[in-house]
């Protein structure tokens, strides 16, 4: 079953702009992950947050974690035609449970 | 850099024929998976292995199954074809979960694109 489910399904912007997409799961969790993937291609980890955690930088992505409402959000700053991709999050649960339950993606297309 | 590399990026099968899909991860990891990734479906977990010999089905495992014989190499197996399992198939490998640590962090391959006739 899809634990966590990416809102909007797809977003369009114009290069430059930041870009916010969202992610709401059910149950508890013990981090939570967004990947990359461009078209045809496998996924690329970007970010991890644990659950103690209620935000996170790495570059131009900022991550937040809200575990009271269940959700994350995942910015990504001063867009380039490079981020054109899908971006999906992936939660994971207790330590030695191996698996990640990923949710259903957004598309983000950066307009030149 | 970890790398995962699968057999083929593009395999296209007949109804009824059985199909292997190979993956290989060349960073010494426990964990390895096999996904589908269907349009407005995400990805749907089918078998991981979190050792050698050892495996556990997925949320899809049926009409699959898998093999893991050494440690970098994690085999799916289609035994007889069907035309909705034509779909993108990715691999990926993740070490261990080191016990106070949120380590379990995906490498994916570059996925197959399995069309079935």
């Known amino acids: 079953s899809q634990q966590g489910e990416e809102d909007p399904q797809a977003l369009s912007i114009q290069e430059g702009e930041n870009a916010t997409m969202n992610c709401s799961y059910k149950t508890s969790i013990n981090n939570l992950q967004w990947y990359r993937q461009n078209s045809g291609r496998g996924l690329v980890h970007l970010i991890l947050?644990?659950?103690?955690?209620r935000e996170k930088h790495s570059g131009r992505l900022r991550v937040t974690l809200d575990t009271s409402k269940k959700s994350s959000s995942l910015l990504i700053t001063a867009s380039r035609a490079a981020d054109t991709a899908s971006y999906f999050c992936?939660?994971?649960?207790?330590?030695?449970?191996?698996?990640?339950?990923f949710g259903t993606g957004t598309r983000l297309t950066i307009i030149p | 850099d970890v790398k995962v590399t699968q057999s083929s990026r593009y395999l296209v099968k007949r109804t009824g024929e059985k199909v292997f899909l190979e993956c290989v991860q060349d960073?010494?990891?426990?964990?390895m998976f096999w996904y589908r990734q269907d349009p407005g479906l995400g990805l749907r977990l089918i078998y991981f292995s979190y050792d050698v010999k050892m495996k556990e089905k997925g949320d899809i495992p049926e009409g699959y199954s898998v093999s893991r014989e050494k440690k970098e190499r994690f085999s799916l197996i289609l035994e007889s074809a069907s035309t909705n399992q034509t779909s993108m198939y990715l691999c990926?490998?993740?070490?261990?979960?080191?016990?106070?640590?949120?380590?379990?962090?995906?490498?994916f391959g570059p996925g197959t694109r399995l069309t079935v006739l």
């Open positions: 992936a939660t994971g649960f207790n330590f030695g449970n191996e698996k990640l339950t």
């Open positions: 990926a490998s993740s070490p261990l979960t080191i016990s106070g640590r949120a380590y379990n962090e995906q490498f």
């Open positions: 947050i644990r659950s103690n955690e």
């Open positions: 960073m010494d990891h426990e964990n």
